[in-house]
């Protein structure tokens, strides 16, 4: 067996991840905010340190969420205006039916599915 046909054996079905950098950090600020939640009580025991770090890490969370994975992995943007009245309008933006068909679905499903399993 030749080098080549070992690399096509174990290549992993599927599509892979287009976007596996944006994937990462979009999964990081959370697992990294549950991880320091459950294991923080093993090694600080001031409750405000426990409490700020873990306020930071989901505001980073939030802002990547936001401003990063959700245009780049699936095409979700929105923002706040203030119209001319002084009124606060939110503004959404998603991808029309053409676009979507072509967001990467290992992408999408990975989005998804963090966003859903570690709500706050």
């Not at 990462?24 to 405000?48: E, P």
């Not at 039916?97 to 990975?110: G, P, T, V």
């Amino acid at each position: 067996m030749s080098t080549g046909d070992f690399r096509e054996v174990s290549r992993p079905p599927g599509e892979n991840y287009a976007n596996p950098k944006t994937c990462f950090f979009h999964v990081l600020f959370k697992a990294a905010a549950l991880a320091f939640y459950i294991l923080s009580a093993l090694f600080v025991d001031n409750f405000v340190i426990i409490f700020v770090v873990i306020v930071l890490l989901s505001a980073l969370d939030f802002w990547v969420v936001k401003n990063v994975s959700g245009r780049i992995l699936v095409g979700l943007r929105w923002w706040n205006e203030i119209n001319d009245l002084g009124e606060s309008v939110w503004r959404f933006e998603c991808l029309d039916q053409e676009s979507l068909a072509r967001i990467n679905k290992k992408d999408s499903w990975l989005f998804w599915w963090t966003l859903y399993s570690f709500r706050k």
